[in-house]
């Protein structure tokens, strides 16, 4: 496997490693906040931008404040490691879930208590210098992620709030084209339409028409156990234990990543 500065020569200038803590166990967290902060550490030291993903999955009927409870463990230990590792906040990205309630909870919440209770949590845990926060959709459909971000940004906060989606802009998508070709023009055109939810980043979107695909849950249960679910394209993808480490190329961004590394941290 080639060393990351030969990534960077590569043309490759951002990175991502996503990570799962199980159970959690103490054990599972610090090895998973270790392991974000040390590749995050050695991606800056080559002259990549890490992004840097402490997964929080849906399985499960736990509610929304177990939720807010585990994920404030697993945040506090990964930023601790950052800092221990001299990792830049502001050469970072963050992709975190939403803090909302387990797939079989029976007490759904609204955009506006999954806004609070994730804004709260950033508040907490993660510094202001932070470069940006790019949520996953995490199995969400793509009408609540975009309502969730929408909610987050009717608030002042200290981040540039925006998304970081596979499932969430693909679903609608994959479903029109069905294998189609003459679908694919179609298809393309829905694609550029979901990776440009600007006004959700300005916290002033309207749903309006919505199709059944973009109402319907992206969830797959164990989803993160199984490397094969990374859909977007990757030019490597490198899997270690629970965590799932890939190297990108700006042309696979989505759009608002793009004008975020490009705009913001200059590359």
Same mark, same amino acid.
């Given at each position: ?12 200038? =951002?990175?991502?490693? @996503? $990570? ?9 967290? %610090? ?7 040390? #590749?995050?550490?050695?991606? !800056? ?22 939720? =807010? ?8 230990? %990964?930023?601790? #490691? ?7 906040? /502001?050469?970072?990205? @963050? ?17 506006? /208590? ?39 940004? !009717? ?6 709030? $925006? =998304?970081? #989606? ?7 998508? @994959? ?12 298809? !393309? ?15 002033? =979107?309207?749903?309006?028409?919505? $199709?059944?695909?973009? $109402? /319907?849950? %992206? ?24 965590? !799932? ?19 913001? @941290?200059?590359?």
């Amino acid at each position: 496997m080639p060393t990351v500065p030969e990534y960077y020569k590569q043309g490759d200038r =951002f990175c991502k490693w @996503l $990570s799962i803590p199980d159970g959690p166990s103490r054990t599972a967290v %610090t090895d998973c906040a270790y392991g974000l902060a040390r #590749y995050a550490a050695i991606c !800056q030291n080559a002259g990549l931008v890490p992004i840097v993903e402490p997964d929080i999955l849906l399985d499960g009927d736990h509610d929304i404040d177990t939720t =807010f409870e585990v994920a404030s463990w697993v945040w506090a230990e %990964t930023f601790k #490691y950052l800092a221990d590792n001299n990792v830049s906040f /502001e050469r970072m990205l @963050l992709k975190p879930s939403r803090v909302g309630p387990g797939a079989d909870c029976p007490n759904r919440s609204t955009p506006e /208590e999954v806004a609070d209770y994730t804004l709260r949590m950033l508040n907490s845990r993660v510094p202001p210098a932070t470069a940006g926060v790019m949520f996953l959709s995490g199995g969400l459909s793509e009408l609540d992620s975009t309502l969730y971000l929408n909610a987050m940004n !009717q608030s002042p906060n200290p981040w540039h709030l $925006s =998304f970081s #989606y596979a499932r969430a802009l693909q679903n609608t998508v @994959l479903k029109t084209w069905a294998g189609d070709d003459s679908r694919k023009a179609e298809a !393309q055109a829905i694609l550029g339409h979901r990776a440009k939810p600007r006004s959700a980043q300005l916290g002033n =979107f309207v749903a309006g028409d919505v $199709s059944e695909s973009e $109402s /319907e849950s %992206t969830y797959q249960k164990n989803y993160g156990e199984d490397s094969t679910n990374m859909t977007t394209s990757l030019t490597t993808d490198a899997v270690c234990l629970n965590h !799932q480490l890939v190297l990108i190329s700006l042309k696979y961004l989505t759009l608002p990543t793009v004008y975020y590394l490009r705009n913001v @941290l200059s590359f």
